[in-house]
Structure formats: C-alpha cells, structure tokens
C-alpha cells in the first residue's frame, strides 16, 4: 500500500445506511486526518487527487490507523490516508502518459537475508540505472542525523557529569569537615588511618549505590514526563526517552565510583593531618 | 561589616569547597547558557543566511513547500513582470539539479554535486568567491561552461581557476543518458547554504541549460529571488507580487523563517527548553544543599549571632549575600566556558546532513546573557530560601544548648 | 541594692520544654531582681536550669509563664526585632565555647556588633582598640580564632559583648572550657567590668567565679533555692 500524499478534498457523506449499487472501495484514514475531519469507521468519504476537486471517487472508511511514528517527520502533522494501490494509481494517472498508470514513487524491499542488503543494492543499480535505493540501515559515515543527535547528547551529558562532580567533591569536603573532630577523636583512641580509610570507602559506596539506584528511577520518571510531553506536543506517539537496562547500567556504573571517589578525595587532607590538629577546635 | 563583606569572607575561609562550588555552578551554569542560545540560535542564524544572499522575497510555484518546490513554468515573463513592480529592485531567477563532477582522466574523483544555474553572476552573498572570479556576464558558443565550484569540491578534486570538469547532470524520475558537458572553472567560491556532505557548483542560466542539452524548457525556474526597493520593504513587496500573480507562493524571508521555526526548528527549542529547566533544578537542587550544609556546620555561630542581637533580616540577608557570591561568580564564570561548549556543540550538530555549513545552532545575543543572568539570580535566591529559612527560625537557647552538649 | 530600677526582674518565671516522653519543667515560678552594677553568680548542679534562667534574661529565650521585665519594659510583649535589638545594645552575651567567627579577625570580631549596632566607622575603630587593649590582647587583633588560645578567645568574646557598651553582660560558663589558671585571669576581667559599672550575672561551677560574685544564687531542680 503506498500513503497518499496529495492534496485531499475531503466530504464525509451520511453513514452507511446510503445504499449504493457497487460496494465502495476501502480506505484506511491517520488518526489524525479522522480527528480532523470528524470522521468514523464505516463513513463514506470523498477523495480527490487535485485541489479543486477533478476526479473525486467515493471510498468507504475501513478503519483509523495510528502512523507508523517517523523521527524524520515528527514535526508534520500526520495527515494521510491509505488506499489499495490500484485504486490510487486510478486517481493519479494522467490520460496523457500511459505508463503513469504503472508509476510508483518508492518500493520498499523486505530481504530474506537482510545481510544482503548492500549487495541487493549493487546490483539493483547495475541491472535498473535511473533508479535510487536507500538502505534502511543507519548511515555509519556519520551522516545519521540520530548519529549526530547522540554525539550532542552525550556531549551535554559529559558536560553534566563534570558539572555534578564539583558540586559533589564540594559537599563531600564539607561532610569530611564536618567529621573532623570525630575522626581526630578515633585516630587518638588508636583506630588506624586504613581502618578510617575503609569506613569512608564504604560509606562512599553505600551513599553512591543509594544515590545512583535513585537517579535511575529519577531518571525513568522524567523519562515518562518527557515523552508523554512531546507526544502531546507532536500528536505523535514517537519514543523520546527511552532508559534503557543498558542505559541505567552505564549510569550507575558511572556514578557509583565517581561517588566513592568523590568520597576518598573529600576526605583525603584530613586522613592526612595530624591528631592533634584534627581535634584541636 | 556589611552582608557582603561577611558572606566574602565566609566564602573565601574555605577556599577549596567555595572553588568547588564555584566550578559546579559555572560548568551547570554553562551548559544552561548554551540551551538558552540553542533555543533561537538556529533561527538567528537562518534568518542571516537567507538575508546574505542579498533578496528578502521568494516565489515559488504553488505546489511544494519553501525548500522542495515544483518548476515555475514561464519563469522569464514572470521575472520581468515582477521586476516592472515599484517595489522591486532586483529578481534572478534560480535552477538546481542533481549532478555528478567528473574531473576529465580521473572517474575515480567524480563527485555528486548540485548544479545550480542563475541569471544572476554572483547571486548576492549567495558564494564568496576565494580564488578565480565569478561567473562571466555572457558566454560564448561553443565555449566550456563557465562554473563556479566550492571549496570543498575544488579540494576533493584539486581544481584551480581554469581546471577543465564535466559535468553530467542526473535527471530525477528515470533513467537518464544526458552526455557530459565540458565546463572550465572560473572560480572557486564559499557556498552559503552548501551542507557539511554535500558540493555545490554554480553556473549560467545558459550553462544549466548546457548542462541539460538545451533547450530544455529554459523557461522554467525553481525559484524566483525578490530583492525589495529599500523604500517598499520584502512585506510591501510580497504582497505585490502576491497581488499580480496569485497562482504562485510568495515568501518573504520573515516568512520562511517563520515556516520553519514551526516545523524544522521546534524540535530544537523544545530540547532546549527541557534541557534548560532540567539544568537550573539542577542548579537548585546543588547550590540549595551546598547552602543548607553550609548552614547546618555553622547552627552554633548562627545562635550565636542571633543571641548577641542580629535579627534575622541580617541573618537571612548573609546567606542570600552567600549564595549571590557563589551563583554570581559561577555565572560570570559561564559565559566564556559556555563560548567554549558552544562551539564544540555547534560543531557536533552542524555535522547533521543536510545542514548548511554556515548554519549555526548557537548564535550569541545580548538577550541571552541577561535572560540567563536573570534564570541564574532566580535560582540563586530560591536555593537559598530554605537554609535561610532554617537559620531564620532555629530556637537560640536550644541550638546553644545542642552545640555544648554536642 | 540600688534605689534604681533594676536592669532585669523575672516573676515567677516558669519554663516548660514539651518532649515526646513528656513536658519537662526547666524552671518553676522563679522570681529574680539585677540591679544596675551588681555582680551575681548562678550556681547548681547541672540540668537545675541555670542556663535556662540565663537565657530567659539575655531575651534569648521566651517563658511558658510569669513575666520578663527588661529595664522596665515587658519583653514578652516586644517583637522579635524589639528583643534583637535589647540583645544588640543592652546585653552582652559570653558562652562557654566562645562561638566566635572562624572567618573575621579578633578586631573584626569585637567590631561586628558595633557595625550591626550603627557605629560609625571612625567610633568602631576607637572603641575596638578600646577593648583590644582592655583585655590584653592588642598584639593579636589580626588573629583568628584558630590562631589563638581558649583563653584569648574567651577575652575576645568578652570584648565583643562588651562591644555596645552594654549594662548587663550574661556569662553561660565562661571557664567551662578553660583551664584553672585561665579561668582565674576571665575572673580577673569580669572584676574589672565589674568596677567599670557593667551588672554581670554568671552561671558558673567554678568556685573561684563564682566567689568574685556579690550574690550568688543557687539553684536546684529549676528552683532557686538559696541567694
């Protein structure tokens, strides 16, 4: 089936009770284009290939479907229909050109082996010149434009991490001098420096591990937010956001040791003083 | 000893956590300024580069969008019709087709390119020509078409004013067994709206017609290019030509930008504006827990000061001086590191196929400076309400009494 | 005693502190008069709401019943930022842990109330140097807290509440932190603020204070029970 994308002059005549000699032929409607024209299944709809009208066939609605989501289109409305193809080559042909009867604009292959794709390509050019193929692969040149989309979203999310780091290593020398005293306190009763050491590796660990595990589950939250919002923005039902397991393991595998390490650096001048001086008020 | 006096010196006593704190607020605060500029900068700079080209008014056939459009038929007649107009001052008249460059000897660096072919020689700011001159005001017959190539295509082939090049033009919808044509380079140029993949070559209205074995309809043009007399202005303008030929599309630019900000760009502002409010509660949420710490460490200097009579204005007016410091100087501190992650931004997403070289998704405005100046005071002083709020209500006698104890 | 209004007179003062296991009654229908100049000691074992009571002069604290009179006027009818004010340039308040910016110089921390007060700056740089040289320490005004000794903080905090020139100075154990030679010289200073006209009441265990004192009161369970 191809998607009609040609100027539309729409009429949704009365419900099915009209009878008409000869069934009608079927024709599905976006969601979008049915909202709009306030149409329903089973309603007859008149549908014209040119803008004033010429050449306008009746087709009986069949069903609403929700389109395919394109991220190359988000933005465009999804105003479209879809017709069985010889009943919208019968619209468009022109009387002129016989061959217009038998023109497509795209054909879309589906592989049995879909490793086969670059040479199904090659060959494709070679037996039919004119013809323009694109492999449904993502381009590895870097020419993908998600390539590049995650290229920045991984720049803004280094940029955040370097960001959330300063602030961290700031708190964790605050927490490390607010504890000044009590490790002055157990240096003097003669825990040594490796034990103080490990207690503040593990407390890094478990604050880390807490604060990673709730980032993620942050992290899913505004996930729904945000792609419930741009699919309101959009009317479209695209996946923004995903977090992945992938995702949330990079993340926590990222964070987790930043936080120990934060942890350590926060406390290192001070495992490094002497007793008297961490004591001393 | 004034609020600001105080606050300096509690920021500075610990040297090493106010630098911390300092850098976290000016990385954040970075990444926030770049957001802001993101959110307009594509249209900024859009709206530049369809100004350089020097015509503020388009005219397109009626069916198709701004950017891919259906041939205007009688494009010659419609030309003179509009540059007859009192509130028109110059037209020219544009045709684009695919193409491929073939160096003569050297198949192997033959390029796909898109030839374009104008009446105008320069086509205002459209290329700047870096070597070589720009195309001649007539060309013999019998002559080699005269091109204009980009840069990037004079690299890639290593083509010099005067270098010999065929060009063999592609013929959308069917197969196509047009020969090439041999053209001389006249120049070398700096394509306006050539993306990062793409080559662009630019010739004669009669070296397009060349390129297509003329004559192939030569009345046709993809675009017609309005450029308004100063005294009438591109609305004034559009409007005419709207009024003598109403079966074609006029744009102004504003209106294309306009067009364009509703669909292509959306998806930028939008990103801009949840990256944006994500990083200021970043924001808050850091300079609101370094403060209320902060806070918390000094409880008993705070009882202190309340028990030797400051009242809690001072107090509350300490800690907004506390977190201005911090908020204040990291944002100074933002503006030349957000320069910095703006170019490497600007960089990544400028790779995007399609995208004009010249195109650029940050563009700094004075707006922007202040509107995040102002985003960064908010915020500071939000962040700073509730550790004020907590040093402002702390019970003195009780919070002397813990800090004995403790 | 003194003819003149007393500088603060609590009657019957009771301070309750709610509690989860309970109200705890600090301070039960205490009564207590300080005169213009006069030196009082509050002594007792700890938790008999000495500290308490104190607090309740200095304005620092409210009472759940009876009534606080600070030279004349009803505290428990004033604003918070009427009390503020009392504590600013009526009293001076000396803690047991000195409580000292860590950031501002000894100078600057004798100067900061002046400032808070309105002192001009020409009246600000005389009267600190006033007090800097009036408890020794006049070769150290450029030192930190860090930088000085628990008894040199304690005299430095003495000079900042002496800083408004206050009529009553409150001590909340001022040698609780020092040795007993020390505590000795901040017994030798409270004399001579003493001599100089300041009422001092402080709450004390060290006897050697507490005999400078004029009066001394003793207190138990919340009560006064003697002086």
């Known amino acids: 089936m191809v998607m009609a994308a040609f100027a539309v002059a729409l009429a949704a005549a009365a419900a099915a009770g009209s009878s008409s000699p000869a069934p009608l032929p079927e024709i599905l409607l976006s969601r979008q284009l049915a909202e709009q024209a306030s149409v329903r299944p089973g309603e007859t709809v008149t549908i014209a290939a040119a803008a004033n009208g010429a050449g306008a066939k009746q087709f009986r609605v069949a069903g609403i479907y929700e389109p395919t989501p394109d991220p190359m289109r988000f933005t465009s409305r999804r105003i479209e229909a879809r017709l069985h193809l010889p009943d919208l080559l019968a619209m468009t042909a022109t009387p002129e050109d016989p061959s217009s009867i038998e023109a497509v604009k795209a054909i879309n292959v589906k592989l049995v082996d879909p490793k086969e794709a670059e040479a199904f390509d090659a060959a494709l050019t070679a037996r039919v010149p004119g013809t323009f193929s694109r492999l449904t692969a993502r381009a590895q040149d870097g020419s993908d434009p998600f390539a590049v989309l995650e290229r920045f979203h991984l720049a803004v999310a280094i940029v955040t991490v370097i960001g959330s780091t300063a602030f961290l290593l700031a708190l964790m020398v605050m927490r490390a001098e607010e504890r000044r005293e009590i490790i002055g306190i157990v240096r003097l009763i003669g825990v040594s420096q490796r034990f103080v050491l490990l207690v503040v590796l593990a407390e890094g660990l478990l604050i880390a591990a807490a604060g990673a595990g709730f980032g993620v589950l942050v992290a899913k939250a505004a996930e729904g937010s945000v792609n419930r919002f741009f699919q309101w923005r959009y009317d479209t039902t695209l996946v923004f956001v ?11 595998a990222l964070a987790v040791p930043l936080g120990i390490l934060a942890g350590v650096v926060g406390s290192w001048t001070l495992l490094r003083r002497d007793i008297v001086s961490l004591v001393r008020r | 000893m004034s609020a600001w006096s105080l606050a300096w010196r509690t920021v500075v006593h610990n040297p090493a956590r106010a630098c911390l704190a300092i850098g976290g607020v000016a990385v954040i605060g970075a990444l926030l300024f770049n957001m802001l500029l993101l959110s307009r900068g594509l249209l900024v700079s859009f709206r530049d580069l369809l100004d350089t080209a020097g015509y503020d008014v388009r005219v397109l056939a009626n069916e198709g ?19 007859r107009l009192p509130s028109v001052r110059r037209v020219a008249l544009i045709r684009s087709d695919d193409a491929l460059a073939l160096p003569p000897g050297r198949d192997a660096d033959a390029a796909s390119v898109t030839l374009i072919g104008s009446t105008e020689r320069q086509l205002g700011g459209a290329w700047d020509i870096v070597k070589g001159s720009t195309l001649p005001a007539e060309v013999h017959p019998g002559e080699p078409v005269p091109l204009v190539v980009s840069t990037k295509l004079a690299a890639r082939q290593r083509l010099e004013p005067g270098s010999p090049l065929r060009i063999r033009v592609n013929l959308a919808g069917g197969a196509s067994v047009l020969p090439s044509v041999d053209c001389r380079v006249v120049g070398i140029g700096s394509f306006t709206f050539e993306s990062a993949y793409d080559y662009t070559v630019a010739t004669t209205m009669a070296g397009f017609a060349a390129a297509h074995g003329a004559p192939d309809g030569k009345d046709e043009a993809d675009l017609v290019l309005v450029a308004s007399a100063p005294d009438a202005g591109p609305e004034a303008a559009a409007k005419a030509i709207a009024a003598l030929r109403p079966d074609v599309r006029v744009y102004s630019n504003a209106q294309v930008v306009d067009q364009f900000n509703a669909r292509a760009f959306s998806y930028f502002r939008q990103i801009s504006v949840v990256l944006s409010t994500i990083t200021l509660a970043f924001a808050f949420l850091l ?13 008993g200097e705070v009882a202190a000061l309340r028990a030797l009579g400051f009242p809690r204005r001072r107090i509350a007016a300490n800690l907004l001086c506390e977190s ?23 960089r990544i997403l400028r790779a995007m196929p399609g ?7 940050f563009v700094f405005e004075m707006d922007t400076v202040v509107l995040h100046a102002a985003l960064l005071t908010a915020t500071g002083i939000l962040a700073a309400l509730y550790p004020i709020w907590l040093a402002a209500r702390l019970p003195i006698a009780a919070t002397l009494r813990k800090e004995i104890v403790s | 005693m003194s003819a003149a209004a007393p500088i603060v007179e609590g009657r019957d003062l009771t301070r309750v502190f709610p509690m989860p296991a309970g109200d705890v009654t600090a301070l039960g229908h205490v009564s207590i008069r ?7 000691a509050i002594t007792g074992p700890s938790g008999c709401g000495k500290s308490t009571l104190l607090h309740l002069l200095g304005c620092v604290d409210q009472a759940t019943g009876g009534t606080l009179l600070f030279e004349g006027r009803e505290v428990g009818a004033l604003s918070e930022s009427d009390r503020s004010r009392i504590r600013l340039t009526r009293i001076g308040f000396v803690f047991q842990r000195f409580f000292l910016l860590p950031m501002l110089t000894a100078w600057e921390n004798i100067e900061l109330p002046q400032a808070e007060a309105g002192a001009s700056k020409s009246e600000r740089r005389a009267r600190t140097r006033e007090l800097l040289e009036y408890v020794g320490l006049t070769e150290r005004m450029d030192h930190r807290p860090s930088q000085l000794s628990g008894g ?10 002496l ?3 206050p009529p009553l100075l409150l001590a909340d154990e001022p040698t609780g932190e020092l040795d007993e030679a020390t505590g000795e010289q901040i017994a030798d200073l409270f004399d001579r603020v003493h001599a100089d006209g300041t009422a001092i009441v402080v709450v004390t265990h060290n006897p050697v204070v507490a005999a400078r004192a004029q009066r001394r009161l003793a207190m138990k369970s919340g009560s006064v029970v003697s002086g």
Request: hydrophobic content about 55%; aromatic content about 2%.
């Open chain 2, 355 to 361: 995208v004009p070289e010249r195109l650029h998704f």
């Open chain 2, 287 to 299: 300079v609101a827990t370094l403060l209320t710490m902060s806070v918390n460490q000094r409880l």
């Open chain 1, 242 to 252: 995903r977090v992945t397991a992938r995702i949330a393991l990079q993340s926590i």
């Open chain 2, 324 to 346: 201005a410091l911090l908020v204040g100087v990291g944002g100074v501190a933002a503006l030349p590191l957000g320069g910095v992650l703006a170019i490497v931004l600007d």
């Open chain 2, 65 to 83: 969008s701004p950017i891919h459009r259906a041939p205007l038929a009688g494009a010659p007649s419609l030309a003179g019709e509009i540059e």
């Open chain 3, 152 to 161: 040199e903080m304690q005299r430095v905090a003495i000079a900042r509440a």
């Open chain 3, 34 to 40: 300080i005169e213009p100049g006069e030196h009082v």
């Open chain 3, 163 to 165: 800083a408004n020139r």
